[in-house]
């Protein structure tokens, strides 16, 4: 995906800053076609700067801390895909814990998940199944949107092509968030 930054000049003029592929964007070796970008991140204390910082190299954490933000854009292979030769579950989590700090040790082995953040994620191509507790699922097509209010979740693809989504991930006070049910 290509990303457009604005910010502003020398004379105070608006322009762009930067345009080009996320600068945090892996490819996953471990599980062909699973792609992740960290398109944008503001903290608490982030300022308007001139002419734009970006400040996505210095995040340590995929989770914003409470009022920070997070833009991550995620291509999600078909769920089939885990049954591939290529796929392997072990490197695939390791790179997960590399280029997704923060993030990856929230996973569970069946990919359910809690993080203490507000999500907006809009399916921008393909369709995917949101799985609550309890097996729950929703099934979700480009242009849906998902308000993430901190609940444990999996996304799950289970057609035979790639998803492409957009989450915002804003931070949260992890407090406010009711006990996770016992598994």
Known sequence: MRRVV??????????VVDDGVPPRT???AAFPGFVSSLAWATDPDTHISWPGEDVTMKVESMLPPPGGTRLRLVTVPPDAAKDSLEFDAAAFGAEQRHYGPGLAELFEPNGMHTTPTIDYTIVLDGELWLELDGGHLTHLKAGD???????????????????????I??????????DPPSH
């Open 26 to 28: 892996h490819e996953f």
């Open 169 to 178: 991930l804003i931070g949260a006070t992890a407090e406010a968030a009711p």
């Open 145 to 167: 949107l998902v308000v993430q209010n901190g609940t444990r979740h999996a996304w799950r693809n289970r057609s035979d092509r790639p998803v492409y989504l957009a989450a």
């Open 6 to 15: 604005t910010g502003h000049d020398s004379q105070g003029r608006s322009v």
